[in-house]
């Protein structure tokens, strides 16, 4: 017993079962309340099949007393809902070839990920500043058989890219396992309804599905964040997915098998303790990308501004450039204490035991805003980011605190115009 998806010639997008004298099933599980977004494409077959909620067609959720919350109203929207303009130029614009069920072409999601303007003046702005080789090649292995592990030091913009590529490939980026060290193998494979299962025993009826079985089912991209912090044993479970494209059903004597379209992408930082213990076997079912740390201070600044402005128009903050020197100076201050040596390459300075990434500077950046935004005249000063600075490099109390007062005495104290900045900063570490 196997599950197949066949599409209708006219639709592409919409799975039937192959024996259409096989009645669709709906998937049982407690009930819960529907989430905001698009509806998902049902899992249609013999074996497996769910419903779609009823009312469920548009695009965008409409407010009801169950909670369900508008793109408009939603604190972070998905990828594929806040850049939803983006993707339906693309779309119009792409008349390159596109690997089965994907929304765009490989060329198009590139364009997407990279920012570009499109020949009717659209601009599609920058989703990642970087070298242009590492999102063609991730893009390039979704098109093919092999999954794609994003690996990287933390606040490289790996959950970022992951979202944006899924967004941009399948049209949507939900189909989302989170990696912790309580995942369970249900999470990636499938569990079960346990009042069915008690009452009936393993059946249709009882199971329910994973984000990975339904990306399989759909021909679709699963997301798999945090993949080193999975326990080992989990983590093997996926060996039979990614190299038999296959999901055995035990209970039920069948299983699902994926269809064209899907793929997987992986997330993993190479700091956190267990990153060597994904097994060999795992590992070769995988194209490895290294996403770097921005290669230039410019280059650090723009991702940094960007990323705030977008931020900040959600939370009504002031504009970024009122506030650019001090994302400058925030920008500087992390990558001196990153590399152990001051831009100019003269002082050799101690690092901290903090990673000092491009995502900390962003948040002690957004934070300060907020602070000059309420409490100040709206214009980002050196007081309004002093304090995030201080946390985000004082994470060890004894030896970074040492670190931190000889940066600031021997480099900050003694560089021309910082002189408010090391006021602000010497008052909230003394």
Not at 26 to 47: R, S, Y
Not at 176 to 190: D, K, M
Not at 264 to 277: K, M, Q, S, Y
Not at 377 to 392: H, Q, S
Request: aromatic share 4%; charged share 25%.
């Amino acid at each position: 017993m196997s599950v197949s998806i066949e599409t209708k010639p006219d639709d592409p997008t919409t799975p039937r079962p192959t024996d259409d004298s096989t009645p669709t099933e709906p998937i049982a599980g407690p009930a819960t309340e529907p989430i905001a977004g698009p509806a998902p494409e049902p899992i249609a077959g013999p074996a497996i099949a769910s419903t779609v909620e009823p009312g469920a067609e548009s695009a965008t959720a409409k407010p009801t007393d169950t909670g369900r919350t508008t793109d408009s109203e939603a604190l972070r929207p998905h990828a594929e809902h806040a850049f939803a303009d983006e993707l339906a130029a693309l779309a119009a614009h792409d008349d390159r070839p596109r690997p089965a069920r994907w929304k765009l072409s490989p060329w198009a999601v590139s364009l997407y990920l990279l920012g570009g303007t499109l020949p009717d003046g659209t601009v599609i702005t920058p989703k990642y500043v970087g070298p242009r080789r590492i999102v063609e090649v991730a893009v390039t292995t979704l098109a093919t058989d092999r999954a794609l592990l994003l690996l990287g030091v933390p606040g490289t913009a790996k959950t970022w890219v992951s979202e944006h590529l899924a967004a941009a490939v399948s049209g949507d980026s939900t189909l989302l396992v989170q990696g912790t060290a309580g995942t369970p193998e249900e999470a990636i494979r499938y569990g079960w309804n346990y009042a069915q299962l008690l009452a009936h025993g393993p059946s249709r009826d009882a199971l329910v599905p994973s984000p990975v079985m339904r990306a399989m089912a759909q021909g679709m991209t699963a997301r798999v964040e945090e993949l080193t912090r999975i326990p080992a044993d989990v983590q093997d479970s996926l060996i039979t997915i990614l190299s038999e494209k296959t999901l055995p059903i035990p209970e039920l004597g069948g299983e699902v098998q994926a269809v064209r379209g899907f793929n997987l992408i992986a997330t993993a930082n190479d700091r956190d303790r267990g990153v060597n213990e994904l097994s060999s076997a795992l590992r070769r079912r995988f194209n490895t990308v290294v996403l770097p740390l921005p290669e230039s201070v410019e280059a650090e600044v723009d991702i940094v501004s960007r990323r705030v402005d977008q931020i900040g128009r959600s939370l009504d903050l002031p504009a970024v450039p009122d506030g650019i020197d001090e994302i400058r100076r925030v920008v500087t201050v992390f990558r001196e204490l990153r590399d152990g040596v001051t831009s100019d390459g003269r002082t050799k300075v101690k690092s901290p035991s903090g990673t000092l990434s491009t995502a900390e500077a962003i948040s002690v950046v957004t934070s300060g805003l907020a602070l000059a935004a309420h409490f100040g005249d709206g214009v980002l000063r050196p007081g309004d980011v002093a304090a995030g600075i201080l946390g985000a490099v004082v994470r060890d109390p004894a030896a970074d605190r040492v670190v931190w007062q000889e940066y600031l005495e021997t480099v900050v104290r003694e560089r021309d115009g910082w002189t408010d900045f090391y006021r602000a900063c010497r008052e909230v570490t003394a």
